[in-house]
């Protein structure tokens, strides 16, 4: 698979420092009308690996993947404090707007969702088409590229113009990740992508984030700890809307330093 | 309520305390039946091991079973450990056997003329390994930690005995062969020792997730 994960063209990334965090998190607050559910979250994301976020429900770990792509704002109550920035970019500046956030800022969901009554091509290449792309030849090329990115390129490409529901629940939510790729993001945010889906799906799901990182910032929120061994270089856990602790994932669950991070990850509560 | 993962790992636990008491009455029986020429005791340590090894398997069984459940963090920690002190007190069991397999044949020959601090290097070995043993039930990285050292003192007893057995050996050849014993009884008492070592050192593992193997050697 590594011989076909070349950098897309002109990724922004190969622009980049590789060694400079992709996002820098500054006292990040987020507020639901009055309730705090993220309290003042201080982190830098390095680029080019996997952060998985954990912590027990309710502890603001999809709050705080949504707010690194705006998409909290999509609930009126909702309300930020602090500063979060994408390679040195203020994503919050009052000149930014949120759409192009999330074009720089891609999300998956934990159930995937493509677009029902368009095709496979379609699917993948709907974000460059509402971005203006119209040639054929970049479309085509773009949907190859991305499908081989997100490893379903061999299993759909005789069948690209068949509906997206006709794949498996794991084929479609690779879709997903090719269609969000397809607009080449430099973060690519993933929110419990495999939790639907069966051992041998959520492998290749796995796989696909340990290849895709060579390109790309990925953030990953989980429920499955061993998801969060396996697959990703650094670990969060969060709890109560605060960051608890952040380190190294063999650190984390081999030898974490904060008590609350051992109960939860030893199953004693959450 | 304990959940069914903690059950499991207490009786992982106590399975594991149960062959360290094997393991240790083994060495113990060994050393006395080499002291006092008891050649029924060296056969009992002989058919005793047997029990050892099953208790080897059974624990890296429930070890294994626990594994699939995917521990992290301390339990994680606990499970390997438990693994490898398991698979040393199978080797203690082993060396205790080398003892008793020495003391058997030096029974039924004439006692070797040599004064021998041999209770002294068992006592130095059997109290490593009880300490080693108690600082994994205690999890106390700091007694584990002081025990480490002590090998040392073991290694250079075994050392002195061997050279007065290899003088006794070129002043009276005729000994060779029960001096022989001696030396093989000694130099499991060393490994013995040793292995008391490598669990003092899975205990600090245990309690400060630090690899501490080897280090001590630069």
Known sequence: MAAILKPMPNHPLDQKSGSSPALTVRGLSIFFGTHEVLKKVDIDIAARAVTAIIGPSGCGKSTFLRAINRMHELNPDARMEGEIRLFGDNIYSRDVEAVMVRRRVGMVFQKSNPFPTMSIAENVTVGLRLNGVRDRRILTERTEESLRMAALWDEVKDRLNDPAISLSGGQQQRLCI???LAVQPEVLLMDEPASALDPLATQKIEDLIIELKKDYTIVIVTHNMQQAARSSDATAFFYLGELVEYGPTTKIFTNPAQKRTEDYVTGRFG | MD?????????LRQKLLLMASRAESAVNESVQALMQRNHALALKVRADDDIIDAFELEIDEMA??????????????LVTVAMKVC????RIGDEATKIAKRARDLADEPPVKIVLDLPRLASMAL????ESLDAFVQRDSAAARAIIPRDKE?????????NALALHMMEHPETIGRCLHWIVAAKSLERIADHAKNIAEEVVYLCEAQDIRHHLKK
């Open chain 2, 3 to 11: 959940n069914h993962f903690d059950i499991g790992l207490d009786e």
């Open chain 2, 154 to 162: 073991v290694d250079a007893l075994n050392r002195e005995m061997h």
């Open chain 1, 178 to 180: 090719a269609r969000a």
């Open chain 2, 64 to 77: 294994i079973q626990l594994l699939t459940k995917a521990p992290l963090a301390s339990n994680l920690r």
């Open chain 2, 127 to 130: 109290v490593m390994v009880k």
């Open chain 2, 87 to 90: 698979q040393n007190l199978e």
